[in-house]
T-cell receptor, first 113, second 114 residues
């Protein structure tokens, strides 16, 4: 069981570019959660998705951020027109059903220059 | 909205010392409680969790935590720390039957001196 796979591990983008972060959940897991960890802070919930559905996006910034979890393929967190304040570690977690503990991926560290 | 507070941001201990990290949450409903550890440069790993039953929970690597409902607390303990326990520790809470989204505390950085 390969665990939750996130790629890339490190991503550098210039201001104004787009960042695409990928998350492949554990086999058999249909619930995906994205969290953001800003420097020197704890993790903050962003969005909760099941296959083809966004269940809760209350933690997502209203602009420039979007997420999807298609029927086939990984979940994608997309950040358009990145700014320096988007620099953070983005973690994905998956679970087989709501109410179970999550398994976290290794994260993607985004640096905006 | 629920929140999670971890009282100690930085803790420095010598090997073999006892550890207790505080965690309090604010939410009046039924919750699931977790402690995660993040070793330098690595991802979060689950140390232990409480869903129901015995409020004293045993986790991996000799860690345990006690859920005290009346105090809204879920403190993490280890009787004797090792140098390899140097890491950041996060307490997290999710509301039962509400999607399992985790609300994390700000983390406690533990440094164990050899």
């Amino acid at each position: 069981n390969a665990g939750v796979m996130q790629n890339p591990r490190h991503l550098v983008r210039r201001r104004g570019q787009e960042a695409r972060l990928r998350c492949s959940p554990m086999k058999g897991h249909s619930h995906v959660y994205w969290y953001r960890q800003l420097p020197e802070e704890g993790l903050k919930f962003m969005v909760y998705l099941q296959k083809e559905n966004i269940i809760d996006e209350s933690g997502m910034p209203k602009e420039r951020f979007s997420a999807e979890f298609p029927k086939e393929g990984p979940s994608i967190l997309r950040i358009q027109q990145v700014v320096r304040g988007d620099s953070a570690a983005y973690f994905c977690a998956s679970s087989p059903e709501a109410g179970r503990s999550d398994t976290f991926g290794s994260g993607t560290r985004l640096t905006v220059v | 909205a629920q929140s999670v507070s971890q009282h100690n941001h930085h803790v420095i201990l010598s090997e073999a010392a006892s550890l207790e990290l505080g965690c309090n949450y604010s939410y009046g409903g039924t919750v699931n409680l977790f402690w995660y550890v993040q070793y330098p440069g690595q991802h979060l790993q689950l140390l232990l969790k409480y869903f129901s039953g015995d409020p004293l929970v045993k986790g991996i690597k000799g860690f345990e935590a006690e859920f005290i409902k009346s105090k809204f607390s879920f403190n993490l303990r280890k009787p004797s720390v090792q140098w390899s326990d140097t890491a950041e520790y996060f307490c997290a809470v999710s509301r039962r039957n509400a999607g399992n989204m985790l609300t994390f505390g700000g983390g406690t950085r533990l440094m164990v001196k050899p």
